[in-house]
């Protein structure tokens, strides 16, 4: 192990978190600016509207295939990097763009780029993770990783004002923190070519894809379905931010220019409560997702409400349970399922959290638009029943583990 991984794990999880902050920078800096670019090369709200959406269904379902592909595959690293290597290439030319239809073509593939690389990076992180603590390991790279969603629409929105209303300085100069981000992760896996040694999952001297594949027949646990339903039911009953923005605008609590700070805020509480929470997992389990539910529950009644001081409550609290659902909801995952199948488990959740994201978003963006009484007591109501979800599986899961520990 020694002669082939010449890295520690807790290194490999933060150069990593470097590598993800890096990527943020890049993508996070093109998203703020997508709707602008496609409205200046004459495309309608509603083109708009079915390019974002057609982007984050590539982001979402191809994990699907991706997942399984890197399961069975076992080329982890081939996937991340190339996953990474889209982005990097799609979001300066974006800048480029003089039609609506190559613009919207270059979106879409950054959002490929994302589904392709997702799960199997997310599985490497979780080899990385056995030695490091789940908790800790997936939320210091969410904290990394947060502080890249932060820089990243500053450092667009900085370039914009310095040069108008051009689009190519803001976005070509994302060139610098992508190839940065591919040098890195290049010297990364030259560094840790093998992270399933970590978790003692392979072979040392075998090189990359040349491990057993997972077995035909295996089906992933229930506990994982389970598991999966809930995630899906806390991101069905919770709102956007960008509906949180339209409503600070729309109703005129905060002046447009300050809706960016707020959200660099919301990043930033982000990434300590994944700090926090990830602490905490690594010491109490998955028991620590119980105040999940309860601070999605009440941000209806303090973000859409009519005080600056609630609103901005409100948004404190997205930004808490975003912290959650992007790192200990994910270490969760590691411990249910397996090596051999978790690319394969992390894409189908993934997937899980997506679609009931967008049915959820619909749903909250209708109710906002009908009643703010009907949206505060619809969203409690789906948040006990993922409070009532995870309550059994919690305790199933410590049955689990305590008869583990009594046969190991």
Same mark, same amino acid.
């Given at each position: 192990?020694?002669?082939?991984?010449?890295?520690?794990?807790?290194?490999?999880?933060?150069?990593?978190?470097?590598?993800?902050?890096?990527?943020?920078?890049?993508?996070?800096?093109?998203?703020?600016?997508?709707?602008?670019?496609?409205?200046?090369?004459?495309?309608?709200?509603?083109?708009?509207?079915?390019?974002?959406?057609?982007?984050?269904?590539s982001a979402l379902l191809l994990r699907l295939v991706a997942g399984p592909l890197a399961d069975r595959?076992?080329?982890?690293?081939?996937?991340?990097?190339?996953?990474?290597?889209?982005?990097?290439?799609?979001?300066?030319?974006?800048?480029?763009?003089?039609?609506?239809?190559?613009?919207?073509?270059?979106?879409?593939?950054?959002?490929?780029?994302?589904?392709?690389?997702?799960?199997?990076?997310?599985?490497?992180?979780?080899?990385?993770?056995?030695?490091?603590?789940?908790?800790?390991?997936?939320?210091?790279?969410? /904290?990394?990783?947060?502080?890249?969603?932060?820089? #990243?629409?500053? $450092? %667009?929105? &900085? *370039?914009? +004002? =310095?040069?108008?209303?051009?689009?190519?300085?803001?976005?070509?100069?994302?060139?610098?923190?992508?190839?940065?981000?591919?040098?890195?992760?290049?010297?990364?896996?030259?560094?840790?070519?093998?992270?399933?040694?970590?978790?003692?999952?392979?072979?040392?001297?075998?090189?990359?894809?040349?491990?057993?594949?997972?077995?035909?027949?295996?089906?992933?646990?229930?506990?994982?379905?389970?598991?999966?339903?809930?995630?899906?039911?806390?991101?069905?009953?919770?709102?956007?931010?960008?509906?949180?923005?339209?409503?600070?605008?729309?109703?005129?609590?905060?002046? /447009?220019?300050?809706?960016?700070?707020?959200?660099? #805020?919301?990043? $930033? %509480?982000? &990434? *300590?409560? +994944? =700090?926090?929470?990830?602490?905490?997992?690594?010491?109490?389990?998955?028991?620590?997702?119980?105040?999940?539910?309860?601070?999605?529950?009440?941000?209806?009644?303090?973000?859409?409400?009519?005080?600056?001081?609630?609103?901005?409550?409100?948004?404190?609290?997205?930004?808490?349970?975003?912290?959650?659902?992007?790192?200990?909801?994910?270490?969760?995952?590691?411990?249910?399922?397996?090596?051999?199948?978790?690319?394969?488990?992390?894409?189908?959740?993934?997937?899980?959290?997506?679609?009931?994201?967008?049915?959820?978003?619909?749903?909250?963006?209708?109710?906002?638009?009908?009643?703010?009484?009907?949206?505060?007591?619809?969203?409690?109501?789906?948040? &006990?029943?993922?409070?009532?979800?995870?309550?059994?599986?919690?305790?199933?899961?410590?049955?689990?583990?305590?008869?583990?520990?009594?046969?190991?």
């Amino acid at each position: 192990m020694t002669a082939r991984m010449r890295i520690s794990a807790w290194r490999f999880v933060a150069t990593f978190g470097v590598v993800s902050l890096l990527a943020d920078v890049v993508y996070e800096g093109a998203r703020s600016v997508t709707g602008p670019i496609l409205a200046v090369l004459g495309a309608s709200a509603v083109v708009v509207g079915v390019v974002t959406g057609i982007g984050e269904a590539s982001a979402l379902l191809l994990r699907l295939v991706a997942g399984p592909l890197a399961d069975r595959t076992r080329r982890f690293w081939a996937w991340t990097i190339a996953g990474y290597v889209l982005t990097v290439i799609s979001v300066p030319l974006l800048g480029f763009a003089q039609t609506v239809l190559l613009a919207s073509v270059l979106i879409i593939m950054e959002r490929v780029g994302k589904a392709i690389r997702s799960p199997a990076k997310d599985a490497l992180l979780s080899f990385a993770t056995a030695a490091t603590g789940r908790g800790k390991g997936f939320a210091v790279h969410e /904290a990394l990783d947060q502080i890249g969603a932060v820089v #990243g629409p500053l $450092l %667009v929105a &900085a *370039v914009l +004002a =310095l040069t108008g209303d051009d689009y190519r300085p803001s976005l070509g100069i994302l060139v610098v923190p992508g190839v940065a981000a591919i040098v890195l992760l290049l010297w990364l896996r030259s560094r840790a070519p093998r992270p399933e040694l970590f978790e003692g999952n392979a072979h040392p001297e075998r090189p990359e894809g040349s491990e057993p594949k997972p077995a035909d027949g295996f089906r992933l646990p229930g506990a994982f379905w389970v598991y999966s339903g809930f995630g899906a039911l806390t991101m069905t009953g919770f709102a956007t931010f960008g509906l949180i923005s339209f409503h600070i605008v729309e109703q005129g609590i905060l002046p /447009a220019p300050w809706v960016p700070v707020v959200y660099a #805020g919301v990043m $930033l %509480v982000d &990434a *300590v409560v +994944a =700090l926090a929470t990830g602490w905490l997992y690594d010491r109490i389990g998955p028991a620590a997702l119980v105040v999940l539910p309860p601070v999605c529950a009440v941000l209806p009644a303090l973000a859409f409400g009519g005080a600056v001081i609630a609103v901005l409550i409100g948004a404190v609290l997205w930004g808490a349970a975003l912290g959650i659902q992007e790192s200990t909801l994910r270490a969760t995952i590691a411990d249910l399922v397996p090596p051999s199948h978790r690319a394969t488990a992390y894409g189908l959740f993934a997937a899980a959290l997506g679609i009931a994201a967008a049915l959820g978003g619909a749903l909250a963006g209708w109710l906002y638009s009908t009643s703010l009484v009907a949206f505060v007591v619809t969203t409690a109501a789906i948040q &006990a029943l993922a409070l009532a979800v995870l309550l059994p599986f919690l305790i199933r899961n410590r049955s689990r583990r305590k008869s583990a520990a009594l046969n190991a």
